[in-house]
């Protein structure tokens, strides 16, 4: 196993990632195992988070596949179960799930004169309801779920750790995607709301807010496919001072730094930006 960049010790811990199926989450199972946790993989479907529960037991560590959907309790609490009989109960709970869909996005930046009434270009205005609903459900939904579930294992030991995925839409929203910015902006709140109410049963809860990390899911809007950026990319670019995107493994000392209880046992409720500066620079 490689040592994690911390020395952050997790021995004897159990963690649950969901959103495990991901290019982010699942290496942050991989970070949690390296660093001693046994890891309880839970996505919608299966076959990546088999894969990637695999390839943590060949490094040595001590990995188990979970198919649930965190928008459904009934699935969740069979997690659960199976989770403390395989593993024990959860000490620490990524809540990583969370998406976005085409069709709760603007096609344009701006508004302009006859939008509304060309066929050829969704405006806010044509926002397909259920997919709204559905951008805001699984991505704070999502995490509230998982957190009623397996927080009742905390709570009756008195002590554990929560760790939301935000993002970067959550600072500062970004153009032409309202309800997925909404929705991080609630994960956000959520997670000071949750780092206050458990702050007296030993709970602690904060968040991770990545900037831009070019990903499997999101490699077609940032790149032609001659590999070329695309103008969103070039904007993106731009607005980070680093003038890069982010590697998988920067989000490693983050995630290590708010797990470690010695290290970090003070903090609750912080929301923690990897993103080269991207919230700190004003345009100007």
Not at 226 to 242: C, E, V, Y
């Amino acid at each position: 196993m490689e040592k994690n960049v911390l020395n952050t010790d997790l021995t004897g811990k159990v963690a649950v990632v969901t959103g495990a199926g991901g290019v982010l989450c699942s290496h942050m199972a991989k970070v949690l195992a390296r660093a001693g946790a046994k890891v309880a993989l839970v996505n919608r479907s299966d076959a990546a988070i088999i894969q990637y529960a695999a390839e943590i037991e060949d490094e040595g560590g001590v990995a188990r596949a979970y198919k649930g959907n965190v928008l459904d309790r009934d699935s969740m609490e069979e997690v659960a179960k199976q989770v403390m009989k395989d593993l024990g109960p959860c000490d620490i709970l990524i809540n990583g799930a969370g998406g976005n869909s085409p069709r709760a996005q603007t096609d344009k930046e701006y508004y302009e004169k006859g939008d509304l009434r060309d066929p050829a270009t969704r405006s806010f205005f044509d926002l397909d309801d259920a997919s709204v609903n559905g951008v805001f459900n699984l991505n704070y939904n999502g995490t509230l779920i998982p957190t009623q579930i397996f927080a009742q294992q905390m709570v009756e030991r008195g002590g554990g750790n929560i760790i939301n995925i935000s993002s970067m839409n959550a600072i500062r929203p970004l153009t032409k995607i309202p309800a997925y910015s909404g929705a991080k902006s609630a994960v956000s709140n959520f997670t000071q709301w949750l780092a206050v109410h458990f702050s007296r049963v030993g709970i602690r809860v904060n968040a991770i807010a990545p900037g831009f990390f070019a990903t499997k899911q999101n490699k077609q809007l940032l790149f032609n496919e001659d590999g070329t950026p695309t103008a969103r990319t070039g904007k993106i670019l731009a607005a980070t001072p680093m003038q890069r995107f982010g590697e998988t493994e920067e989000l490693e000392g983050a995630l290590l730094f708010l797990v470690n209880d010695k290290a970090a046992g003070f903090v609750t409720g912080v929301v923690l930006p990897v993103d080269g500066g991207f919230s700190a620079y004003s345009g100007v």
